[in-house]
């Protein structure tokens, strides 16, 4: 608490500025965001969480993910973003990767929930930094279609579930 009042009053637009503070271990488990107490703020409404989350599912069966962010976000009266998630781009089920990614998105944004995808420049890379030309612009597409609420849903009744956390 003494952070969010020692930069809040350390002039400038400190006093306008939002405030991102993380869960411990950027975790969104119940069992840690239980825990959690939104730091008291005199600038009304400029904190945000964040969490991170890797899911291993794959199709509608994340919702549950997303709503319970969004039940956390409600108990502690505060936006939740979620920093980071996404899928490497060497993984076993890249071909998924898009799909993946559209629909976590569109998923979230269902909740109310922003998010932020991770992007290393190697093993999760999507933009290339050094040569926009080789940037993979399908993810940039299922990015941007996630955003128009694309989401995936599996026609049949068994679920996508990708075990192994090596791909996330």
């Avoid at 350390?10 to 825990?35: E, P």
């Avoid at 269902?110 to 420049?121: E, R, V």
Wanted: one cysteine or more; a negative charge.
């Amino acid at each position: 608490e003494p952070f969010v009042d020692t930069e809040g009053s350390s002039g400038g637009n400190n006093g306008q500025r939002i405030i991102m503070v993380q869960t411990l271990f950027d975790s969104a488990r119940s069992n840690i965001t239980a825990g959690f107490t939104l730091p008291t703020d005199t600038a009304s409404g400029k904190i945000v969480v964040t969490v991170h989350n890797y899911a291993d599912e794959f199709d509608q069966d994340i919702d549950w993910i997303f709503q319970s962010i969004e039940d956390f976000s409600n108990r502690v009266g505060a936006p939740v973003m979620i920093g980071e998630f996404g899928m490497k781009d060497s993984s076993d089920l890249v071909v998924l990767r898009e799909k993946f990614s559209s629909n976590y998105i569109a998923r979230a944004l269902s909740h109310g929930i922003k998010c932020c995808i991770w992007d290393d420049g190697y093993k999760w890379k999507i933009i290339d930094r050094y040569d926009t030309s080789q940037s993979d612009t399908g993810m940039v597409s299922a990015l941007l279609n996630g955003l128009d609420g694309k989401a995936y849903k599996t026609q049949s009744s068994s679920k996508v579930t990708l075990k192994s956390m090596n791909n996330f």
